[in-house]
């Protein structure tokens, strides 16, 4: 037999199967489906090794699918918009447009020497204006329906360059711009946003969803649910000044603890709220002035902080707390923000050790209004931290006595009688701001008159093309905006002259719904054809980073939900099962980056080594969920099992032999015990232990062959089950040695072996024997051994006599025939 040369079989088999179209996935009604979809790379022009461990196990678990009997769709694309096409045109002159399509041509290329089951016929790229013109489609239904809207937001923004920034554009801790180093600010911009807070509800809900319970966390406190109240708090100039009582000077609040009203001793705004200019008197100013000037300057993050030292400005204003009538100082503060909650706190220092260490730092009044039972009384005056709002309330007015339990729903009543506030819900999510001032995204679909106001573009001039003719200025500003026509365009109301929206839109909102336009990336009656979707929604199984959690994964969920609504979807979630990979990281322990000089390149581990062994050992050497460094070394012990594995099944023993029954029997029963771990560590998205189990069954099969059984029956069904095992990883392989074995074109058609439950039951099993709980001796008994057996063996062991000293044991328990626990 010949050499095993991976290459050479593995563009064979590559070929072959793409000409007979073994991967097209086809509607099929008298089969099941089963929708893998893996998340789809940005074309960045290199697959790196993150890809190939992101993909190929994913494409390993669909083939495991298709040969247990489903009709199997696995396909790709590409995310092809976004900022780093853009950045480069910027720097070195070439369009998006060209390298984008151009890193595409390369890494199709390099995506089809994984072997992976893609459906190529349905690829598809959401910068094509076949896929982008129904991205547009989508804005337009979403604005019809009161989805989107604009209103203005503060974006990172470059004084010197006159530009918006993204975030990856804004460096270091000093927050300067990349191109120019000038000091970012923040400005307040016109935007577009998606509603998607009108879904945070819905959101919260996983009922018949697979998805991993580290993912469900961390959406659930990204939405951050939380029940409280609202209240209004009147606000004065000075505390000699009238009130000011019209609704749009009133500062309101939202409190996840209504009952600590009464100890509220001042109130913080975000340095951005509308009332700062109002409620400042003119001798506080010019500080106020300042300080909002240098929170401008910081991000979110940076002002959230928990480790970031507290500061604040006094306004000169004060407002009234309304359950006591008491005037309170307003601050302004850079750790409340204007987009969270209300942007404004009412600031209880007793019980929250923020607001204790301001009140402390700044000379505030600090009121005890709960009292924990397990405490001495307390004093604001002498206590030196917080304490936790627990326990009986104090200085409360009718609700001093009550627990603090109780003392929740009767504050709500409260503010709700007097007329000041309201029960109320809040959340962390954000409405999703979708605008991105930048040229290389899908173009939003929306023209302004000066008379009619924004409209949407009419569908039947969809889509609206980005330009080709366009050029770049070292500030970065969007080339929409300076182009000399592009924005000049009709009103679609009055007919009059009017402009475009020279906004793009958010990546994201290509990727929320790519796994529609997979179904029929051709179709252009809409942006899939219902015959499609109707059979193959929703996603059977999704997998990719964990990092997609609170962005992509929220966006993609709230778009279904959103087109369900509409009527262009069905069912509440777009995913049934979610799976997500670890990360692969340098030699070096360190996260893989060109800077780093730390980078795999999977081009050349395939030209040495070939796709099977690149395959086999990214699935062999981490657990795929948690990742692991990659060991330059150990890709070779993978390379030397495909070798025996080629040489095991091509090459026939030297001699002739008798191999015995116990043999035979033996290895019918390691191939069908291997059979059924593998089976379920497929199911289990366990990979590691599959190529483990499957080099482990190697050595006993060479063991069987030297003794013997090559040309047995037993042997022809250890090799026929042991290369469809292989063949969802290896596929390569598998196909060569299945065909070289006689057997019929293709193994990927062919069915998952079924375990033969007799054949793999062991004779006899090994028992750990404790004694008092402490490991005395292990034996081993008949598999079909009694309970009763199980005792009279473990005393009768030799260890276990010694540490029983003669004396009968009070109790002697058998766990399930895994353990034995005796108690002296």
Not at 324 to 344: C, F, H, Q, R, S
Not at 464 to 472: H, I, K, M, Y
């Amino acid at each position: 037999m010949s050499d095993y040369v991976p290459q050479e079989i593995e563009t064979k088999w590559q070929k072959k199967w793409e000409t007979d179209g073994l991967y097209h996935a086809n509607v099929d009604e008298n089969r099941p489906k089963h929708y893998a979809l893996t998340m789809l790379p940005y074309p960045s022009g290199d697959l790196h090794i993150g890809h190939w461990y992101a993909m190929t196990p994913s494409d390993a678990r669909a083939r495991f699918m298709r040969m247990n009997g489903y009709n199997v769709m696995f396909p790709i694309g590409f995310d092809a918009f976004g900022l780093p096409a853009e950045n480069a045109a910027i720097k070195d002159g070439i369009h998006p447009m060209k390298r984008t399509f151009e890193n595409i041509q390369n890494m199709r290329k390099q995506l089809r020497s994984m072997g992976a089951m893609w459906d190529w016929r349905r690829e598809t790229a959401s910068a094509d204006p076949e896929y982008y013109k129904w991205t547009e489609w989508f804005f337009i239904q979403l604005y019809k329906k009161g989805l989107a809207y604009r209103k203005m937001s503060p974006v990172d923004f470059c004084p010197h360059c006159n530009t918006t920034l993204a975030r990856e554009q804004v460096w270091g801790e000093d927050r300067h711009c990349e191109r120019c180093e000038t000091p970012v600010i923040k400005k307040d911009l016109e935007q577009w946003f998606f509603k998607t807070t009108a879904y945070a509800d819905e959101l919260l809900n996983y009922e018949g969803m697979d998805w991993p319970e580290r993912v469900r966390v961390l959406q659930t406190n990204w939405i951050g649910r939380s029940e409280g109240a609202e209240v209004q708090f009147s606000v004065i100039r000075n505390q000699s000044s009238e009130l000011i009582t019209d609704n749009s000077s009133l500062i309101t609040v939202f409190t996840t603890r209504p009952d600590t009203l009464w100890g509220a001793t001042f109130m913080v705004l975000a340095p951005e709220h509308p009332l700062v200019d109002t409620i400042t008197t003119p001798e506080h100013k010019a500080e106020v002035e300042a300080y909002k000037a240098q929170a401008a300057r910081q991000s979110d993050i940076d002002r959230e902080a928990a480790d970031k030292e507290k500061t604040g400005v006094f306004t000169g204003g004060y407002a009234v707390n309304p359950v006591n009538g008491e005037k309170i100082p307003v601050w302004i503060a850079d750790y409340v923000l204007m987009t969270y909650g209300t942007g404004a706190i009412m600031a209880v220092p007793a019980h929250d050790q923020r607001d204790f260490d301001f009140a402390r730092k700044y000379g505030i009044q600090v009121r005890v209004v709960i009292q924990p039972d397990d405490m001495p009384p307390l004093d604001g005056a002498t206590m030196t931290e917080s304490v936790p709002a627990h326990g009986t309330m104090v200085n409360s007015g009718s609700l001093t006595g009550a627990s603090a339990d109780e003392a929740f729903h009767a504050a709500v009543r409260f503010v709700e009688e007097k007329g000041f506030g309201k029960g109320a819900v809040n959340y962390k999510l954000r409405d999703w701001l979708i605008s991105r001032q930048r040229y290389w995204g899908a173009p939003i679909p929306m023209i302004r008159c000066g008379k009619c106001g924004w409209n949407p573009v009419p569908e039947a001039d969809l889509p609206v093309l980005l330009p080709e003719d366009v050029e770049w200025k070292p500030t970065g500003q969007s080339p929409l905006k300076l182009h000399p026509t592009w924005k000049q365009a009709k009103c679609p109301v009055c007919g009059g002259e009017a402009e475009r929206e020279t906004d793009t839109m958010d990546t994201f909102m290509c990727s929320s719904w790519y796994h529609l336009r997979y179904l029929s990336p051709k179709y252009d009656k809409g942006p899939f054809d219902d015959a499609e979707y109707n059979y193959w929604m929703p996603v059977d199984t999704y997998t990719g980073g964990i990092e997609h959690a609170t962005m992509h994964l929220i966006y993609t969920r709230f778009f279904h939900k959103a087109l369900r609504d509409m009527g262009v979807t069905e069912g509440s979630e777009p995913m049934i099962q979610l799976r997500n990979q670890g990360m692969v990281l340098g030699e070096d322990h360190e996260k893989m980056s060109k800077s780093r000089g730390n980078v795999i390149p999977p081009d050349e581990l395939v030209e040495r080594y070939g796709a099977d062994a690149v395959r086999a050992y990214l699935m062999f050497f981490a657990r795929w969920d948690m990742g692991a460094p990659w060991n330059s070394s150990g890709i070779e012990g993978t390379v030397r099992w495909l070798r025996r594995v080629w040489t095991m099944v091509t090459e026939a023993p030297s001699g002739p032999g008798t191999c015995p029954d116990e043999m035979k029997r033996i290895l019918r029963r390691r191939v069908h015990q291997t059979l059924r771990s593998v089976t379920r560590d497929f199911r289990q998205f366990e990979f590691n232990t599959i190529v483990s189990s499957l080099m482990e069954l190697l050595n006993e099969m060479v063991k069987a062959r030297d003794a013997g059984a090559y040309g047995t029956p037993e042997w022809n069904e250890a090799i026929d089950i042991y290369l469809r095992m292989m063949a969802p990883v290896t596929p390569h392989i598998a196909e060569e040695l299945w065909a070289q074995t006689g057997r019929k074109y293709s193994i990927h058609t062919h069915p998952w072996p079924t375990v033969d439950e007799d054949a793999a039951r062991e004779d006899e099993i090994v028992i750990p024997v404790q004694v008092n709980g402490k490991l005395r001796d292990r034996i081993t008994v008949p598999a079909d051994a009694s309970e009763e057996d199980i005792q009279k063996a473990a005393l009768a062991s030799e260890a276990v006599k010694k540490f029983l000293e003669g004396k009968p044991p009070k109790k002697v328990i058998v766990a399930q025939k895994k353990l034995v626990n005796i108690v002296v």
